[in-house]
């Protein structure tokens, strides 16, 4: 699949089928994220990559902060529902930005970097045959998810890749042109 069919036919698709991703797909996924752009070659990207049991740190840390918010009859169910998010998908990728504190550099270009990196998985994937969904929401952002996930104190999450082999075809994508969104200055 050349990159631009990539880039055309990727979507974001959540139904996956439970069966484990080879270790090598995954590399190879990373390594593909790895190569995103960077201004100033910080690369500050960071993954951690979640399979089999270890998905139970991300399932702790949604089930501690659900139950955080719910009245105390209602704990014991919201922990178990927010738990099960955490094995929607076989693998699941948390990404960061551990921006750099080099002179010149700046916050919003390294966040920018490591959502570079996170495009470049989701197209990887696709193009390896998995199907991928890029999760955020206020659990993500929580200091418990932080400290779960064992984030340094300047490292930011910017995202949950759940990734795996598709459950059913993906949808196809609708797009207005590009022309519809673009202003040409000569």
Known sequence: MDVLEAIRTRRSYGRVRQEPVPRETIEAILEAANWAPSHHGTEPWRFRVMTGDGRGVLAKAYGDIAALG??????????????????????????????????????????????????????????????????????????????ALGLQETEELVGLIYLGKPEGTLPEGKRRPAAEKTVWLA
């Open 70 to 147: 719910a009245p105390e009859a209602e704990r014991d169910a919201a922990r178990a529902k927010a738990e099960a998010k955490a094995y929607r998908a076989p693998v699941v990728i948390a990404v960061s930005a551990l921006p750099s504190d080099a002179p010149k550099v700046v916050r919003g270009e390294e966040l920018a970097a490591a959502h570079a990196a996170v495009q470049n998985l989701l197209l990887a994937a696709h193009a390896l045959g998995l199907a991928a969904i890029w999760r955020t929401g206020e659990p993500m952002y929580h200091p418990l998810m932080k400290q």
